[in-house]
């Protein structure tokens, strides 16, 4: 197996309902294994014991009163306790960290979606993470509409697909501001466009990304 990157890489999938992010995800998974390249996969809300607790309350139980205000903090705490037990470790042994939503969905959701202050967002975020960003991230946009549809064939909503449209139009409209404000860590991807053509677009990304970064004892050489 090739020895880890020297310095880990963080790579976030952002986006709305249904977007294709868990398909995209385990296609990168798939050649990152394949190039034997060393790699972790989480999620938010998620990927410690604590997230898990917070994702039941603040997504599976949607007639639990949750302000828009708490509804950030408790997205927050999740993150808080993700990047300091599992990204940040992870980043520091050199492995690629993928990771399913990150701050970027504070900003669309909690901010453009339920209108919370872009400002306080960003201090509370800056807290919780220490500042980590992500080195790459991938929106896969897709109209609302089309995401919903295809996220309701899996059976009870939660929290955030019961929203109305309105809403997830300001989330998608927030995701595009945000990587219109930082075009060189977002990509755009067509969310409409088939699994296939998505994967081979997000790898040959990745690949370039990692062909960059030294792998090893200075050797800097592309996965296959
Ligand atoms: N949230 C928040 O508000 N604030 C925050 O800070 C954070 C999160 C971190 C997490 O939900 C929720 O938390 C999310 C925002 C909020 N909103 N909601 N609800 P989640 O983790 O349970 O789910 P999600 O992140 O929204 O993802 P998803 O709905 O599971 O969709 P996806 O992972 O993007 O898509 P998928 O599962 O890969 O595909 C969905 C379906 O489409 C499936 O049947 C696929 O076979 C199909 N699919 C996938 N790709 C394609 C293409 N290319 N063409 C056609 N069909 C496709």
């Avoid at 509804?71 to 990771?99: D, H, K, M, N, T």
Wanted: include cysteine; hydrophobic fraction near 40%.
């Amino acid at each position: 197996m090739n020895e880890p990157v020297s310095r880990g890489l963080f790579i976030t999938f952002e986006g709305p309902e249904g977007a294709g992010k868990t398909t995209q995800i385990a296609r990168l998974v798939e050649r990152l294994t394949g190039a034997e390249v060393a790699h972790i996969v989480t999620r938010e809300p998620g990927g410690t014991p604590l997230g898990t607790r917070i994702r039941q309350v603040v997504l599976l139980e949607p007639d639990l009163p949750v302000d828009p205000l708490p509804e950030f903090l408790l997205y927050s705490a999740s993150r808080a306790q993700l990047v300091g037990q599992i990204i940040r470790p992870a980043l520091a042994r050199g492995e690629v960290v993928v990771c399913d939503r990150y701050a970027d969905s504070s900003l669309a959701y909690q901010g453009a979606g339920r209108g919370l202050d872009a400002g306080l967002l960003a201090q509370i975020t800056h807290a919780a993470t220490g500042g980590l960003q992500p080195d790459l991230t991938f929106l896969l946009d897709l109209d609302p509409a089309v995401g919903l549809a295809r996220a309701a064939t899996r059976g009870e909503p939660d929290r955030l697909e019961r929203a109305d449209l309105s809403f997830h139009q300001r989330v998608r409209e927030g995701f595009l501001a945000l990587a219109h404000g930082e075009p060189a860590r977002f990509r755009v991807m067509d969310g409409t466009r088939s699994p296939d053509e998505l994967a081979e677009q997000i790898w040959s990304t990745v690949a370039e990304t990692l062909g960059t970064v030294q792998i090893g004892a200075g050797q800097a050489e592309a996965p296959a």
